[in-house]
């Protein structure tokens, strides 16, 4: 079945830097790649998605980027904000909205 | 978008009781996903339900522990059996946002403490 590795598993950054989330997959079928916000004592939320056939998307602040040939993908966050803090977790899923598989996910701190 | 009411939202409970999480969308979907987040770590997908049969469980979670059930397109049940304290978590429901977007919407959760 798939494994989805993430890394960092914690990481601070002074507020207005960039932070950088790294996940790798194992499963070549997995076709879509979503990332989740979970603030604390909150439900998991998704900030963006990307699928098997495009190599990067961004939203404002947010990118990310996929490559299917090492099978990883990364988010990006730039000009980071307080509000960022939070944890983030990677997924992989062989169709969309089923059989995901989160990462572990990754502690964000900005520090102000 | 879909709206998800979960309850309870928490819980304390005794070892060796069962509790029933329910959770009500307000609009029909196939498919309702049930997920535990034990403290501190990522989400496990339990098993999907789908209305008219049998819940499909992951690897590591069986129906006697779990039971679900899926009496139509709005609403469904996952039972925690026979608690232990290692069972306590969050338990949170889950559907597809939207048809073919891939988007998995959450419920609030129901966070459960077994002593």
């Known amino acids: 079945g798939e494994n989805v590795e993430q890394h960092p598993s914690t990481l601070s950054v002074q507020e207005g830097d960039s932070a950088v989330i790294k996940c790798t997959y194992s499963d070549s079928a997995s076709n879509y790649f979503p990332w989740y916000k979970q603030e604390l004592g909150k439900r998991p939320q998704l900030i963006i998605d990307i699928r098997s056939n495009v190599g990067e998307k961004k939203d404002q602040r947010i990118a990310v980027t996929l490559n299917k040939t090492a099978k990883h993908f990364s988010l990006h966050i730039t000009e980071t904000q307080p509000e960022d803090s939070a944890v983030y977790f990677c997924a992989a899923s062989p169709h969309y909205g089923q059989n995901f598989v989160f990462g572990p996910g990754t502690r964000l701190s900005v520090l102000p | 978008s879909a709206v998800i009411s979960q309850k309870p939202s928490r819980d304390i409970c005794q070892r060796g009781t069962s509790l029933t999480i329910q959770c009500q969308v307000d609009?029909?979907?196939?498919?309702m996903f049930w997920y535990r987040q034990q403290p501190g770590q990522s989400l496990t997908l339990i098993a999907t339900a789908n209305q008219g049969s049998e819940a499909t469980y992951e690897s590591g979670f069986v129906i006697d522990k779990f039971p679900i059930s899926r009496p139509n397109l709005t609403f469904s049940t996952l039972t925690v059996s026979n608690m232990s304290p290692e069972d306590s978590s969050i338990y949170l429901c889950s559907v597809e946002k939207g048809a073919d977007t891939g988007e998995l919407f959450f419920g609030e959760g129901s966070r459960l403490t077994v002593l």
């Open positions: 609009s029909q979907v196939t498919m």
